[in-house]
Structures are given as structure tokens and as C-alpha cells.
């Protein structure tokens, strides 16, 4: 299918001069029924961006990531350098969406002045796609600059050698942006199917469809290894695509997988994705929904007999809330995202690892984790209800209350002390997607579309920017 052509480019104010003139404060948000301010919670969420985009600048500008409590700098997408910019990449519509122009013209500028992908080191093909491709291509929609666009294509070709070398077409987890070797079989569903919002949105913005097709072919060979009733395992060798497990999980390292099943479809109206996403949809709702004390879970499964393994919940899993809004079933959306914030309730700060069955964390860390937000602005852009926003604002309060350090804001290493015991690290996802998230929820600025939108799995906004 040629997706490029099928489509008719949207109109986006563009150039940052004339974004700026829409006014950089957001209006009032119209839906708010309580009397709550609103308003007033999305300037502070503004003013906390700029607080720590300020830091960031001063202390680790172009580094991938702030350490916030001691104000020192680290790489994450190679571990021995050079930094590529990372926060500043996924920084960008966020930026953009809140009217933080100057900010965003200066994080444009470091992108121009220093990154490139020409480099003899190796990245995770997954991450490199979610947080690098996408965040170039929605800066390019965000400013029209062409050069975001340019160096987002050039990071995909160096990534493609990791779908073309394999010999199912899923994609091998690593590559050398140099040399285009890659290394490492054994993947993982959302390693496997995370490319086509990315993959396609290039494609169809520079007119070459190489990208959409490596992004599908590697989606349909994980589909393809479907169990009889139509699970995924989480671990499979990409080479010859025999599973190397047998446990079916919404959570990690499969969950992207099925939102960009959907996101095919949403993006690109390409049928076979959601014929995809209905198949599985359909399975994990008959095996894997556990209600207990009155409570939706989505169980781990054995992904050939449907019987159950374990009750852990990642709080990655909390995404699947809004995945399910999207793709229209609110029933299970609502119930599962309002079993989280009964999670939410209990711990103040959601726990990396759950189990549902005692209600006690597994893993007491917090990697100042975004998905509960997602949810509950999917949530909230489908059905316009305060109560997602009164979910957001406890999330945000509580984030604030326990994870602000010094120059910046910080995963934390113990959620169950207290106080809670912080770490020093602020994740590259933390620009892209919670700030984003609380600031759409709150501020219904008129920078995006909140009738017809798209986020990525990273919150880049690769659909509804205005
Ligand atoms: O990179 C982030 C993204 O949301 C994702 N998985 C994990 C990260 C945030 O928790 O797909």
C-alpha cells in the first residue's frame, strides 16, 4: 500500500514566529464541571517545565539525561557517549504544546548545531525509534523544520539493517549505526512491533514507503506466531521465530506491540492492522480479565492454554486503561484504570511492580513512570469526564510532593519509606510524556487537537498539533 499517497498531508500551523502568536497561556478548560482551577494546575505544570528545562540547559545541556538530585549529567542511548541529546529530542512538542517557545527554539538549536547519527556505536533499535524518531518527527510537525525531518530519516536508514538483515523480518535489538551490524535474537514483542506510527508517519512525509513496509512485515511476524487461541509469549527468537517463553502478559515487554496494532490502523486506516489488533483484543479479554474483590486485572497467562501464572502487574500495564478507551471499549478502560487508582490510593506513588492478589508491591522503586497519566488523558479526551483530570491532578500533586529535587525531578528508589527515599535520575520519557500529559489534561490549550489526536507510545504527537 502506498500510505503516502493515500493521505492528504494535514495543515499545521508551523513555523515557531507564528506559533507563538496563538498565545502562549492556555485558555480556560471548558469542560470543567467542579469549579476546580484548572488553569491554574496546567501554569504550574508549565512553570515546573520551565523550572526544570532551565536546569537542564545549565547543568547537562545536550548530556541524554539530568541527574537531578546531584545536578551532574549521564548518557543512556550510548552508555560511553557521546550524549545525543536525548531530553532535548524528547522535549520537543511538549515544549511546543505548553508555548515554551524560547525553550523550544533553543533545544532546536542544539539539535542543529551538534547532533548527528554518524557514529560508530550501537543503539537499542526499539528505544532509538520510540524516543529519537519519533521525537525528531514530532518536532518537525511542531516547528516545520526540515533539518528534524532530515535527521530523522537518516536515523531510521542506519536502524533499518536491524529489519533487513533478519530473515523473518522482525528486528534484531541492536545495530551499529556505523557499520549497520547488529546483534541479539531474542526479542521481545514491543521490541518487535513498536515502529509503525513512526516508520509510517516518515514514510508518508518523505514519500518512501521502505519504512512502512519494514515497520509492518516485523509486526506481522510476530502476529504470525499467534498461539491457537491467539496470545503472544513475550520472548521469541527473531531468527527463526520459535517462542522462547510461554507467558502472555498486556504488561512488558509485549505491551507497545498491541498499541501500535492499533495505531496502524488509527494512523494509516491500513485494515490488516486492526484485523490484528481485534484478533488479540478479543483473546486477552476472554483469558486474561480476573475481577477480584470487585476489581479488573489483566492476569499473566500460559499463551497456548490460557491458564493463569501470576498476578503481577507492571505499572507499565496501567496503558492498556487507555488503549482500550481508544480503540472503544470504555467498559474495560474505565474498570481497569479505576483499579489502578485504587492503587494509586494506597501507595500515594504507584509502585513498579504489583501484585493484585495481596495488593502489596513487588518492586518498591519508582521510575517516574507516565502510563497511569496516559490513560487517564486518553480517557479523558474520549469522554470529557473530570474524573480522569481528578486521577492526573492526585498523580501530578504526588509526583511533585515526593520526586522534586534540586534541579529537577527524580525516579525514587523506595516508594514504601518515609519519606520516600529518591534516586537521581530523571528518565528522557519524563519530557516527553507526563509533563505532556498533565499539561493536555489540564490547560485544553489551543495548540492540540483534542477531538482528533495520536500519540505515540513515547507521547510523541505525531497527529493534532495545531
Ligand atoms: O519509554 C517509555 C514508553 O512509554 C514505553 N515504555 C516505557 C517508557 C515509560 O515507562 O513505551
Redesign the pocket.
Known amino acids: 500500500m502506498n500510505v503516502y499517497k493515500r493521505f492528504a498531508r494535514r495543515t499545521v500551523l508551523g513555523a515557531l514566529g507564528s506559533a507563538g502568536a496563538l498565545g502562549v497561556l492556555p485558555p480556560r478548560l471548558a469542560s470543567a464541571k467542579s469549579g476546580f482551577d484548572w488553569h491554574k494546575l496546567a501554569l504550574d505544570v508549565r512553570g515546573e517545565m520551565a523550572w526544570a528545562w532551565r536546569n537542564y540547559v545549565e547543568r547537562a545541556f545536550g548530556h541524554d539525561q539530568i541527574k537531578p538530585v546531584s545536578g551532574t549529567a549521564e548518557e543512556f542511548l550510548l552508555s560511553t557517549g557521546p550524549g545525543l541529546g536525548l531530553s532535548i529530542v524528547e522535549a520537543l512538542d511538549t515544549l511546543y504544546v505548553m508555548g515554551l517557545d524560547s525553550e523550544l527554539e533553543e533545544g532546536v538549536r542544539w539539535i542543529k548545531n551538534n547532533l548527528h547519527f554518524d557514529i560508530d556505536g550501537e543503539l537499542q533499535v526499539f528505544?532509538a525509534n520510540?524516543?529519537m524518531v519519533g521525537g525528531l518527527l514530532s518536532g518537525w510537525l511542531a516547528t516545520k523544520n526540515k533539518h528534524l525531518l532530515e535527521l530523522a530519516q537518516d536515523l531510521a536508514n542506519r536502524l533499518l539493517p536491524a529489519f533487513a538483515k533478519s530473515p523473518t523480518g522482525m528486528p534484531y535489538r541492536f545495530v551499529n549505526l556505523k557499520t549497520g551490524a547488529v546483534r541479539d535474537p531474542a526479542s521481545y514483542p514491543?521490541e518487535i512491533g513498536?515502529y509503525i506510527s513512526e516508520f509510517g508517519t516518515l514514510s508518508r512525509a518523505v514519500g518512501d514507503n521502505r519504512y512502512y513496509d519494514a515497520a509492518k512485515k516485523a509486526a506481522k511476524g510476530c502476529f504470525d506466531q499467534r498461539s491457537s487461541i491467539d496470545l503472544v509469549a513475550d520472548n521469541i527468537d527473531i531468527e527463526t521465530g520459535k517462542w522462547l517463553s510461554r507467558r502472555a502478559s498486556i504488561g512488558?515487554p509485549s505491551?507497545?506491540y498491541f498499541e501500535y496494532l492499533y495505531g496502524g490502523w488509527r494512523l494509516f486506516g491500513d485494515a490488516d492492522f486492526k484485523n490484528w489488533y481485534d484478533v488479540h483484543a478479543k483473546a486477552i479479554a476472554a483469558y486474561q480479565i480476573e475481577i477480584l474483590d470487585g476489581r479488573l486485572w489483566f492476569t499473566q497467562v500460559d499463551f497456548e492454554t490460557g491458564a493463569r501464572l501470576d498476578r503481577h502487574q507492571s505499572e507499565?500495564a496501567a496503558?492498556y486503561a487507555g488503549l482500550l478507551g481508544k480503540a472503544g471499549d470504555m467498559e474495560h478502560a474505565r474498570a481497569y484504570l479505576n483499579s489502578w487508582a485504587d492503587v494509586q490510593a494506597r501507595f500515594g506513588v504507584l509502585p513498579e511492580g504489583f501484585d493484585y492478589g495481596t495488593f502489596a508491591a513487588t518492586r518498591s522503586t519508582n521510575?517516574l513512570?507516565?502510563?497511569f497519566v496516559?490513560s487517564c488523558l486518553a480517557l479523558f479526551v474520549h469522554s470529557g469526564d473530570e474524573h480522569w483530570q481528578q486521577l492526573a491532578r492526585i498523580h501530578y500533586e504526588n509526583m511533585k510532593a515526593t520526586s522534586r529535587g534540586p534541579y529537577g525531578y527524580t525516579i525514587i528508589d523506595d516508594i514504601t519509606t518515609k519519606p520516600m527515599k529518591q534516586g537521581d535520575a530523571c528518565?528522557?520519557?519524563w519530557w516527553a510524556?507526563q509533563m505532556k500529559y498533565y499539561y493536555l489534561l489540564f490547560s485544553g490549550t489551543n495548540r492540540f487537537n483534542y477531538k482528533r489526536n495520536y500519540l505515540s507510545?513515547?507521547?510523541k504527537i505525531l497527529d493534532g498539533l495545531r
Open positions: 528505544e520510540i524516543r514491543a513498536t512488558p505491551d507497545s507499565l496503558f521510575e513512570r507516565p502510563e496516559d528518565p528522557g520519557y510524556e507510545t513515547e507521547g
